[in-house]
């Protein structure tokens, strides 16, 4: 099993990045690794949806099982799996538990770096509660994609969370470098520091495992004015802005815009993400 990086510098280019993320261990949080073992001993009692709904409450484990069944039916005729319901479909439950041994943590691959881990545990709430929210503005909108868009919202900061695991120092200079100035973002922040912005990497690494193009695409903030990507868009801007409470200068503008995704009074809107959350 490759060994977790610890980098301490930028890499040289994009294409370095992508090399040593690809190529690195990813580490889940150590609930679902517990949870996984305690679901092997009873296996046979063991569904999709229910393996589903506890693995997607973490958006790394959710990334390696999706990135998994999507180098499985490279080359074969068969639907693209972009959520991972989907994914275990595919997998069937016996062959998903020989794929996934025991999970290496993020608790024990940072346990020497106690800001880290409280920067990556405040990314992967974040990213859990724009998950709801992106639901929440899917199923308003009646979207049949409802459970993808859920996914992309899931994922749509993989590639900050993989930075924190396996370039910490890195992620704690560009989190100083925006606690100074608040008006700095978060793209600068990291063009700053890490030569490259992590939506680019991210976009890369997606390429690079073959996830599913409708995933990429509904991940991806160049598409924003196609309503799915706003969904995720605006449910990642939100939780972001509300992660310290729902008093940050930037909520009434998230407020408006969503109001107008969802064709409601802005009244309407909060009572609802207030449900939502």
Not at 38 to 43: F, K
Not at 60 to 80: P, W
Not at 127 to 148: K, N
């Amino acid at each position: 099993m490759p060994a977790p990086l610890r980098l301490t510098r930028p890499l040289p280019s994009l294409d370095a990045w992508v090399e040593a993320f690809a190529n690195a261990e990813i580490p889940v949080l150590a609930e679902t690794a517990e949870a996984l073992e305690l679901m092997r001993a009873t296996e046979d009692d063991v569904d999709a949806h229910g393996l589903a709904e506890m693995i997607s409450t973490d958006p790394l484990m959710s990334l390696k099982v999706i990135a998994h069944a999507s180098e499985l039916k490279r080359g074969r005729l068969m639907a693209d799996t972009e959520t991972v319901t989907a994914a275990l479909v595919l997998m069937g439950i016996t062959p998903f538990f020989r794929a996934f041994g025991p999970q290496p943590t993020m608790e024990a691959a940072l346990a020497d770096h106690e800001d880290a881990l409280m920067g990556l545990s405040r990314v992967m709430q974040r990213a859990e509660r724009a998950s709801r929210f992106a639901l929440g503005f899917a199923a308003h909108r009646a979207d049949p994609d409802a459970a993808v868009i859920h996914s992309a919202a899931l994922l749509h900061d993989f590639a900050e969370m993989l930075l924190w695991l396996h370039a910490p120092a890195l992620a704690l200079q560009i989190a100083a470098l925006q606690d100074a100035d608040h008006s700095l973002r978060s793209a600068a922040a990291q063009r700053q520091v890490l030569g490259i912005e992590l939506a680019d990497l991210e976009q890369a690494l997606m390429q690079r495992w073959h996830l599913p193009d409708l995933l990429m695409r509904i991940t991806n903030d160049k598409h924003a004015r196609d309503p799915q990507v706003r969904c995720v868009h605006l449910a990642v801007r939100l939780a972001r802005h509300t992660a310290r409470g729902w008093d940050d200068a930037g909520v009434p503008d998230d407020l408006h815009d969503i109001a107008e995704l969802l064709n409601l009074s802005e009244t309407h809107a909060l009572k609802l993400l207030h449900e939502f959350d």
